[in-house]
Nanobody, 118 residues
Protein backbone atom coordinates (compact mmCIF):
# COMPACT_ATOMS: atom_id res chain seq x y z
CA UNK A 1 0.00 0.00 0.00
CA UNK A 2 1.36 3.42 -0.96
CA UNK A 3 1.44 6.01 1.81
CA UNK A 4 2.48 9.63 1.40
CA UNK A 5 3.19 11.87 4.39
CA UNK A 6 4.19 15.51 4.02
CA UNK A 7 6.07 17.90 6.27
CA UNK A 8 7.57 21.36 6.12
CA UNK A 9 6.04 24.53 4.76
CA UNK A 10 4.91 27.39 6.98
CA UNK A 11 4.98 31.18 6.93
CA UNK A 12 7.70 33.25 5.31
CA UNK A 13 8.19 36.80 4.08
CA UNK A 14 8.39 37.54 0.37
CA UNK A 15 11.85 36.73 -0.93
CA UNK A 16 12.39 34.01 1.64
CA UNK A 17 12.78 30.25 1.31
CA UNK A 18 10.95 27.16 2.48
CA UNK A 19 11.14 23.45 1.85
CA UNK A 20 8.34 20.92 1.78
CA UNK A 21 9.06 17.21 2.15
CA UNK A 22 7.23 14.06 1.20
CA UNK A 23 7.98 10.70 2.80
CA UNK A 24 6.79 7.79 0.70
CA UNK A 25 6.26 4.19 1.77
CA UNK A 26 5.13 1.19 -0.26
CA UNK A 27 6.88 2.18 -3.48
CA UNK A 28 10.38 3.47 -4.36
CA UNK A 29 10.63 7.14 -5.35
CA UNK A 30 13.49 6.35 -7.72
CA UNK A 31 11.16 4.89 -10.37
CA UNK A 32 9.53 8.27 -11.04
CA UNK A 33 5.92 9.36 -11.25
CA UNK A 34 6.67 11.91 -8.55
CA UNK A 35 5.31 15.46 -8.60
CA UNK A 36 4.15 18.47 -6.61
CA UNK A 37 0.89 20.34 -7.01
CA UNK A 38 -0.61 23.33 -5.23
CA UNK A 39 -4.07 24.64 -4.64
CA UNK A 40 -5.51 27.99 -3.62
CA UNK A 41 -8.92 28.00 -1.96
CA UNK A 42 -11.63 28.23 -4.58
CA UNK A 43 -9.32 27.31 -7.45
CA UNK A 44 -8.33 24.08 -9.14
CA UNK A 45 -5.23 22.21 -8.07
CA UNK A 46 -2.33 23.12 -10.37
CA UNK A 47 0.86 21.38 -11.39
CA UNK A 48 4.10 22.76 -9.92
CA UNK A 49 6.95 20.33 -10.62
CA UNK A 50 7.71 16.73 -11.54
CA UNK A 51 10.72 14.45 -11.71
CA UNK A 52 11.15 11.34 -13.81
CA UNK A 53 12.69 8.08 -12.66
CA UNK A 54 16.41 7.52 -12.26
CA UNK A 55 16.53 5.25 -15.31
CA UNK A 56 14.90 8.04 -17.33
CA UNK A 57 17.56 10.50 -16.28
CA UNK A 58 15.75 12.18 -13.40
CA UNK A 59 14.40 14.86 -15.73
CA UNK A 60 12.73 17.77 -13.95
CA UNK A 61 9.81 19.77 -15.26
CA UNK A 62 8.37 22.94 -13.76
CA UNK A 63 5.45 25.22 -14.37
CA UNK A 64 6.70 28.48 -15.87
CA UNK A 65 5.92 30.63 -12.82
CA UNK A 66 8.37 28.74 -10.57
CA UNK A 67 11.24 28.07 -12.99
CA UNK A 68 14.53 29.28 -11.57
CA UNK A 69 13.09 29.56 -8.05
CA UNK A 70 11.88 26.06 -7.13
CA UNK A 71 13.83 22.79 -7.21
CA UNK A 72 12.35 19.30 -7.04
CA UNK A 73 14.56 16.48 -5.82
CA UNK A 74 14.44 12.95 -4.46
CA UNK A 75 16.45 11.12 -1.82
CA UNK A 76 16.55 7.46 -2.76
CA UNK A 77 18.10 6.35 0.54
CA UNK A 78 15.31 7.96 2.57
CA UNK A 79 12.62 7.41 -0.06
CA UNK A 80 11.63 11.05 0.09
CA UNK A 81 10.89 13.85 -2.31
CA UNK A 82 11.50 17.53 -1.67
CA UNK A 83 10.48 20.87 -3.09
CA UNK A 84 12.95 23.63 -2.28
CA UNK A 85 11.30 27.00 -2.79
CA UNK A 86 13.44 30.13 -3.02
CA UNK A 87 12.54 33.77 -3.62
CA UNK A 88 8.98 33.04 -2.60
CA UNK A 89 6.31 35.49 -3.69
CA UNK A 90 2.83 36.21 -2.37
CA UNK A 91 1.31 34.39 -5.34
CA UNK A 92 3.05 31.18 -4.22
CA UNK A 93 0.75 31.05 -1.20
CA UNK A 94 -1.19 27.79 -1.41
CA UNK A 95 -1.58 24.31 0.00
CA UNK A 96 1.11 22.15 -1.56
CA UNK A 97 0.47 18.48 -2.30
CA UNK A 98 2.85 15.62 -2.98
CA UNK A 99 1.67 13.25 -5.70
CA UNK A 100 2.82 9.71 -6.44
CA UNK A 101 1.40 8.03 -9.53
CA UNK A 102 1.43 4.25 -9.62
CA UNK A 103 -0.63 1.84 -11.74
CA UNK A 104 -2.66 4.73 -13.18
CA UNK A 105 -3.65 5.74 -9.64
CA UNK A 106 -2.80 8.99 -7.88
CA UNK A 107 -1.69 8.86 -4.26
CA UNK A 108 -1.73 12.23 -2.51
CA UNK A 109 -0.14 13.60 0.61
CA UNK A 110 -2.26 15.40 3.18
CA UNK A 111 -1.25 18.84 1.99
CA UNK A 112 1.05 21.47 3.52
CA UNK A 113 0.22 25.15 3.86
CA UNK A 114 2.75 27.62 2.50
CA UNK A 115 1.98 31.27 3.24
CA UNK A 116 4.08 34.13 1.87
CA UNK A 117 3.53 37.53 3.43
CA UNK A 118 4.07 40.65 1.36
Amino acid sequence: QVRVVQSGGGLVQAGGSLRVSCEVSGTPVRIGGMSWYRQVAGKEREFVAAISGVTSGGIRNYTDSVKGRFTISIDNARNRMYLQMNNLQHEDTAVYYCNVRRWNTDFWGQGTQVTVSS
